[in-house]
C-alpha cells in the first residue's frame, strides 16, 4: 500500500532561520507526492506537488521540496521562516485505485520570534 | 478553500440521530472525497466518488453514507451506527487522474451532546 511517514511531532524553529519538516514514503510503482498546510480549525490547503521531472519542486509561500528517491524521501523545506508559517503540515501520496490520498499524521510546525 | 463549500462549520448530535454535512463545489470537478480529521491520526479517507452516482468505500466507511446525485455535491451523512462520530470533516475534490490536486473545504466539526 501506498504510504508516507512523518517522522516529527513538532518541528521548532527561529523566525529566519532555514525550515525542514521532514516525510518519507513507501510506494510501489511511480510516487505522486503532495505537502499541504492546516491552519487551526480550517481545510487543508495545496502547498506543492511531485510527479516527475526535476527533483526540486517550488510551492507556494516560498516552500519548496526535495525528492529523493534513493532514501524515499520528500521534505518539505524554506529557507527562511517566518512566524506565520506557524502550522499543521500534511504529507500525502496518491493511492493505487481512486485518486484518493494517503495522509501523515501530521507535524506541527512553531516558528518563534 | 477555493470553490468549495461546507456547511454547517459546527454541528451537534444526540444520541440516536443521523445527521448530514453538505459539501458543494463550484470548481467543475469530477471526483470528490470525504476525509476525517482525528487529532494526532491524520486524515482517513471516508468515501469516495469519481463520477455522478458511483461512489466508493474509502478505509473508514463503516457507520457513514454518501450520496452523489449531481456533480457539484456530495453530502455524508453520519449514521447512529457510528458510534464515535466526534471528529473535523474534510470534503475534497479534484479532476478524475492521479496526478491532479485535490482541494479541500473549510471542514465541519461534529460534536455529540
Known amino acids: 500500500a501506498q504510504s508516507v511517514a512523518q517522522p516529527e511531532d513538532q518541528v521548532n524553529v527561529a523566525e529566519g532561520n532555514p525550515l525542514t519538516v521532514k516525510c518519507t514514503y513507501s510506494?510501489?510503482?511511480?510516487?505522486?507526492l503532495f505537502w499541504y498546510v492546516q491552519y487551526p480549525n480550517r481545510g487543508l490547503q495545496f502547498l506543492l506537488k511531485?510527479?516527475?521531472?526535476?527533483?526540486l519542486v517550488k510551492g507556494s509561500y516560498g516552500f519548496e521540496a526535495e525528492f529523493n528517491k534513493s532514501q524515499t524521501s520528500f521534505h518539505l523545506k524554506k529557507p527562511s521562516a517566518l512566524v506565520s508559517d506557524s502550522a499543521l503540515y500534511f504529507c500525502?501520496?496518491?493511492?493505487?485505485?481512486?485518486?484518493?490520498?494517503?495522509f501523515g499524521k501530521g507535524t506541527s510546525l512553531l516558528v518563534t520570534p | 478553500d477555493g470553490g468549495i463549500t461546507q456547511s454547517p462549520k459546527y454541528l451537534f448530535r444526540k444520541e440516536g440521530q443521523n445527521v448530514t454535512l453538505s459539501c458543494e463545489q463550484n470548481l467543475n470537478h469530477d471526483a470528490m472525497y470525504w476525509y476525517r480529521q482525528d487529532p494526532g491520526q491524520g486524515l482517513r479517507l471516508i468515501y469516495y466518488s469519481q463520477i455522478v452516482n458511483d461512489f466508493q468505500k474509502g478505509d473508514i466507511a463503516e457507520g457513514y453514507s454518501v450520496s452523489r446525485e449531481k456533480k457539484e455535491s456530495f453530502p455524508l451523512t453520519v449514521t447512529s451506527a457510528q458510534k464515535n462520530p466526534t471528529a473535523f470533516y474534510l470534503c475534497?475534490?479534484?479532476?478524475?487522474?492521479?496526478?491532479?490536486?485535490?482541494?479541500f473545504g473549510p471542514g465541519t466539526r461534529l460534536l455529540v451532546l
Open positions: 500525502a501520496v496518491r493511492t493505487n485505485s481512486g485518486y484518493a490520498l494517503n
Open positions: 475534497a475534490s479534484s479532476i478524475r487522474g492521479n496526478q491532479e490536486t485535490q482541494y
Open positions: 510506494v510501489s510503482g511511480n510516487p505522486y
Open positions: 511531485y510527479i516527475t521531472g526535476d527533483n
